[in-house]
């Protein structure tokens, strides 16, 4: 049954699942903060929903860049070079955006009588993202079953796997990889440096799988 | 200590918890989804915390009118008249509003370093709103203590208190209650007739105390 709502980036994460519970997901949700790299990721949200015959919304979330401070809206200097799951990458942090994300998709997902919200959320965020841990996922869905008329829940499948293991299960089932995209800086190509890139080209090389990106720092 | 931060509409219950724990708060957002009635509480809001001089944010959330459905964004021909917890009154909800407005406080609290959240909800909200009910904001707070660095909370004093107690409180510590709006339908004057306007008269009627609102019926 098509009763799931999907909180789509755009990056390989939530693409894959996009592409392995397709026939779950009523529709996808794009959010929007107002970085050169989200703006990318969102190019490739819509084109894999558009492949997919998935209706897809997008949200502006105008508020994040003006009021939070978070280095990923600061532009490409301001991006920390280093591994993904470094300390340094914390100035990348968007306070509670995962939070923010599933309160909005709870509200519409209640407007189009959906049962589950699902989010691509993996163990190799669990260091720097508190809204990305098991303890913080299974809090949330708690709360939205009981802040809403249907207990909505959240489904987050991917929540004890690595990205090795989500780019072999797109491997699997022929993702696209060449339409997603990771790299923080916001560049037209990966920068190839960043944690979010460093990450990527990491999973693609664990799981054995030929990486489509072309870094600028190959 | 000043590290709370107050969802505040400018409806009565959250402009007696601004003057109540003034000394504690240090910032209240106010959110603005794009109603007639709205617009009316949120110049109630910005003149209440000018006048304890306390600093507010205000946070446009467009996709609100944009993309859910609820009777409170069409415009005043379309609220329902009734008593508050009426069943016709649920036409009125916002899906998981005051889920959506924890989650955006909850970032903005962790940007200022603030420790805690708090809102206005109150028993009489129960009946029609399950974002309102203890479960839900024992569940919120449980989430964005997970979901944060500095494990934010949410403080919802008013959640077992009636209109009638939260007007009785205000009247004790001098509240400009006249700087308030409740009407649903968004006029210049209160209605008098919608749920929210009969909540509103009858809390001051059953406190006793002096309901200073110009009603278009009295």
Redesign the interface.
């Known amino acids: 049954m098509k009763d799931s709502l999907l909180v789509l980036s755009g990056g390989v994460d939530s693409t894959v699942m996009l592409y392995k519970y397709a026939s779950k997901i009523a529709m996808a949700v794009n959010f929007n903060y107002g970085s050169n790299h989200n703006k990318r990721e969102n190019d490739c949200a819509a084109l894999s929903c558009k492949r997919l015959g998935i209706p897809m919304?997008r949200?502006?979330l105008?508020?994040?860049a003006k009021?939070?401070?978070s280095s990923l809206l600061d532009g490409a200097d301001a991006i920390p070079e280093g591994e993904y799951d470094d300390e340094n990458m914390r100035s990348t942090v968007?306070?509670?955006?995962?939070?923010?994300m599933?309160?909005?998709a709870?509200?519409?997902a209640?407007?189009h009588k959906l049962k589950t919200l699902m989010l691509a959320n993996h163990s190799g965020d669990h260091a720097i993202y508190?809204?990305c841990?098991p303890?913080?996922i299974d809090?949330?869905s708690?709360?939205?079953?009981?802040?809403?008329?249907d207990g909505i829940t959240i489904d987050a499948p991917f929540t004890n796997l690595s990205k090795t293991d989500i780019v072999r299960i797109g491997a699997e089932i022929g993702v696209d990889f060449a339409n997603t995209y990771s790299c923080y800086r916001g560049g037209v190509r990966h920068c190839g440096r960043c944690g979010t890139c460093r990450e990527r080209r990491e999973a693609f090389r664990d799981a054995g799988v030929t990486d489509p990106t072309h870094y600028e720092n190959d």
Do not use: C, Q, S
């Open positions: 919304i949200i502006d105008d508020f994040i009021y939070f401070d968007v306070p509670f955006r995962n939070g923010i599933l309160a909005v709870a509200g519409i209640e407007t508190p809204d841990r303890g913080f809090a949330m708690r709360a939205i079953a009981e802040g809403t008329y």
